[in-house]
Every structure is written in C-alpha cells, then in structure tokens.
C-alpha cells in the first residue's frame, strides 16, 4: 500500500520560536495517534519559509521541549485508544 498524504493528518502543534523545532502529534488514516519530533521551519534570507530535519537537539531544544512534554502528554492521552 502505497503512502497517501490525505489520509496524513496533524491533530496538534508546537514550534519552539528561538529555534523552529517542531513538535506534532500526527495520526495516519484511523491508526494510532504518534509524536513527531521535527522538522525545524526557518526564514530564509528572500523571507520564505522553508524546513529541514530536525537532527541533533541543542539545549535550548532539550528545556523547551521538557516545558511542553506535559501538555505533549495530555494531548496524547486524549487522542489515543484506551488499553
């Protein structure tokens, strides 16, 4: 089965404004809600946005994500089926 970007939803979103990471909980046709960690958006020098992976974490990464990992959490808890 091939992948099908329709079926590809994000449910929510967080982005770090100091270094563009994203953080998603995104959820594919009626499967499993999942976390995406990255890409990262930036500003290019003409004014577009534009993405790239997320890679490495820097620290300032690290201590915005342990901010919002709660609220990650209880979104996700929410979304998913229970057990």
């Known amino acids: 089965m ?10 929510k979103k967080w982005q770090c ?6 953080v998603t909980i ?6 499993e809600p999942k976390v995406q960690i990255g890409p990262r ?4 020098k003409d004014g577009k946005e534009s993405q ?3 890679g490495r974490l820097t620290i300032e ?9 709660d609220d990650v959490k209880e979104e ?5 089926r229970p057990m």
């Open 2 to 11: 091939a992948f099908d970007p329709e079926k590809d939803k994000i449910l």
């Open 17 to 22: 404004d100091e270094t563009g990471l994203l």
């Open 26 to 31: 995104n959820q594919y046709g009626d499967g």
């Open 41 to 44: 958006i930036f500003k290019r």
């Open 52 to 54: 790239r992976k997320a």
């Open 61 to 69: 990464d690290v201590m915005w994500f342990y901010d919002i990992i």
């Open 76 to 80: 996700l808890s929410k979304l998913a």
